[in-house]
C-alpha cells in the first residue's frame, strides 16, 4: 500500500487540490484530511468531500487511548496508522503546528503524482 501527501497553506488550496486528485482517479475513501484544529479538518474534509481519521482508520484501541493524548500525540497516532513511520509522522506533525493542511492518499493508483 502507497501512502503520500502533500501540504497546502491554506483551507481553499487543500480543497482544490483534493479536487485534482480526484480528478487523476483517486477514490474519496482514500483521501485524508489533517490540520492541527478538529473544526478545521472537518470543515475541509465536507467542503472537499474528503475523509479524517477516524475509528475505522485508527482501530477502537488507539481511537480510545487518543481521549488522553495530548493533541500533538493523537496527531502522531493518526498519521502512523494511515502508514507513515515514526518519524515522517513527527515531521507531518510538524507541518501542521505551523498551519497547514496536510491532505494523505492512500493505495494511490499506478503512475499517481501530485
Given amino acids: 500500500m502507497s501512502v503520500t501527501y502533500k501540504e497546502y497553506l491554506t483551507d481553499d488550496e487543500a480543497i482544490r487540490g483534493i479536487q485534482e486528485i480526484k480528478a487523476k482517479g483517486v477514490h474519496e475513501d482514500d483521501i485524508y484530511v489533517l490540520t492541527h ?3 478545521r479538518t472537518n470543515q475541509v474534509a465536507d467542503m472537499a468531500d474528503a475523509n479524517t481519521v477516524g475509528v ?3 482501530g477502537l484501541g ?7 493524548r495530548k493533541k500533538g500525540d493523537e ?3 493518526q498519521f502512523e496508522e494511515l502508514g507513515f513511520s515514526q518519524p515522517e509522522a513527527e515531521q507531518l ?3 501542521l503546528d505551523e498551519h497547514k493542511v496536510v491532505v494523505v492518499v492512500k ?4 503512475g499517481f503524482t501530485y
Fill in 37 to 39: 484544529e478538529n473544526h
Fill in 62 to 68: 488507539t481511537s480510545l487511548a487518543n481521549v488522553f
Fill in 75 to 77: 496527531l502522531r497516532a
Fill in 93 to 95: 506533525e510538524e507541518k
Fill in 56 to 58: 475505522a482508520e485508527q
Fill in 107 to 110: 493505495n494511490s493508483p499506478a
